[in-house]
């Protein structure tokens, strides 16, 4: 049972991940608007939940078994759906066992460290999920199109010098297999969405009222620098897809696919862990039973 259970999630999944290697051209590799055959968003309410009840199944075991811990990053150009997709995949989970943080335009104080840091001190205790919206990869996305955020960030001329990118790739590279092989799987989502359905979404942010709290002037300006974004993400994803911390490119176009699509990531990550409850030893079990007879002796009415 759980084994099918997993083999239908790798298989929904295979699509969506970056082969090690693989030199990613985003718009030639990656289909926005892919559907893997769920026609409807009503079809998949039904997988939506699947996988929202399999996730608070897995995270109960992972708390329990305490050893391992998962780290999700999920990078994605502005009104790809993050936040919402974060609402509704971890909507079963118990909140105690997941950590969430979004990461924003560094402080002086975290400018002042070395730029892996501020992501450092959040990462994920042993037991927990851990995301990230946006992520250290911010480090080669938004720092790499604009030069100037670049020039804030305070680098010896050593670290400026030319083939920074690669070194870059390469320090997250090591990073990441670092963290890996301390017990935390560490699985990446980019939530990948057209530059025209974008469009409709900040029109939309602007008509609706409701959604009017959401419109940003600054993302709009953003958008004019796609195409530099494009190619820093396929670079990014060519160079940083690993066997040890693999990236997913999950389609965005449609916000209900990207959530299956994330959920479905995620549960791929746990199952591959396959936390089990711990399992008492003589000593613990010889504890326990100690514990009900002194119990059962306190009760009203017991002898003693
Ligand atoms: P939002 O996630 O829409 O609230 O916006 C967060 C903003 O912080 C985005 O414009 C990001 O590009 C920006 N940001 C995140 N990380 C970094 C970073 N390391 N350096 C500069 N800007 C960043
Ligand atoms: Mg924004």
């Given at each position: 049972?759980?084994?099918?259970?997993?083999?239908?999630?790798?298989?929904?999944?295979?699509?969506?991940?970056?082969k090690p290697g693989k030199r990613v051209v985003l718009a030639r590799d990656?289909?926005?608007?892919?559907?893997?055959?769920?026609?409807?968003?009503?079809?998949?309410?039904?997988?939506?939940?699947?996988?929202?009840?399999?996730?608070?199944?897995?995270?109960?075991?992972?708390?329990?078994?305490?050893?391992?811990?998962?780290?999700?990053?999920?990078?994605?150009?502005?009104?790809?759906?993050?936040?919402?997709?974060?609402?509704?995949?971890?909507?079963?989970?118990?909140?105690?066992?997941?950590?969430?943080?979004?990461?924003?335009?560094?402080?002086?104080?975290?400018?002042?460290?070395?730029?892996?840091?501020?992501?450092?001190?959040?990462?994920?205790?042993?037991?927990?999920?851990?995301?990230?919206?946006?992520?250290?990869?911010?480090?080669?996305?938004?720092?790499?199109?604009?030069?100037?955020?670049?020039?804030?960030?305070?680098?010896?001329?050593?670290?400026?010098?030319?083939?920074?990118?690669?070194?870059?790739?390469r320090e997250i590279n090591d990073w990441e297999r670092y963290i890996t092989?301390?017990?935390?799987?560490?699985?990446?989502?980019?939530?990948?969405?057209?530059?025209?359905?974008?469009?409709?979404?900040?029109?939309?942010?602007?008509?609706?009222?409701?959604?009017?709290?959401k419109f940003s002037a600054a993302d709009v300006h953003e958008r004019g620098?796609?195409?530099?974004?494009?190619?820093?993400?396929?670079?990014?994803?060519?160079?940083?897809?690993?066997?040890?911390?693999?990236?997913?490119?999950?389609?965005?176009?449609?916000?209900?696919?990207?959530?299956?699509?994330?959920?479905?990531?995620?549960?791929?990550?746990?199952?591959?862990?396959?936390?089990?409850?711990?399992?008492?030893?003589?000593?613990?079990?010889?504890?326990?039973?100690?514990?009900?007879?002194?119990?059962?002796?306190?009760?009203?009415?017991?002898?003693?």
């Amino acid at each position: 049972m759980r084994d099918l259970r997993h083999k239908q999630i790798e298989t929904f999944i295979e699509p969506f991940r970056v082969k090690p290697g693989k030199r990613v051209v985003l718009a030639r590799d990656f289909d926005p608007a892919f559907k893997a055959g769920v026609r409807k968003k009503k079809d998949g309410e039904a997988l939506l939940a699947q996988g929202v009840e399999l996730l608070a199944e897995y995270q109960q075991k992972l708390a329990a078994q305490d050893t391992y811990g998962v780290l999700m990053t999920l990078q994605a150009m502005d009104a790809a759906g993050k936040d919402g997709t974060i609402r509704h995949v971890m909507s079963g989970v118990n909140p105690q066992g997941v950590s969430v943080h979004s990461f924003k335009v560094p402080s002086t104080e975290e400018l002042d460290h070395d730029y892996l840091w501020r992501y450092a001190k959040r990462l994920p205790a042993r037991g927990e999920i851990g995301i990230f919206n946006r992520s250290h990869y911010e480090e080669v996305l938004v720092v790499r199109v604009h030069a100037e955020v670049l020039a804030n960030q305070q680098l010896p001329r050593a670290a400026r010098r030319p083939g920074i990118w690669k070194r870059r790739y390469r320090e997250i590279n090591d990073w990441e297999r670092y963290i890996t092989e301390q017990g935390f799987r560490v699985v990446k989502v980019f939530l990948n969405l057209s530059k025209e359905e974008q469009r409709r979404r900040f029109l939309s942010r602007i008509e609706e009222p409701e959604k009017n709290w959401k419109f940003s002037a600054a993302d709009v300006h953003e958008r004019g620098y796609w195409d530099a974004y494009q190619k820093a993400l396929s670079e990014m994803l060519s160079n940083t897809s690993t066997e040890w911390a693999p990236w997913y490119v999950v389609p965005a176009d449609r916000k209900w696919f990207a959530r299956i699509g994330v959920a479905a990531v995620l549960a791929d990550t746990l199952m591959r862990i396959d936390p089990r409850f711990p399992v008492l030893d003589d000593e613990r079990r010889t504890g326990l039973a100690a514990a009900r007879e002194q119990l059962e002796a306190e009760a009203p009415g017991a002898e003693g």
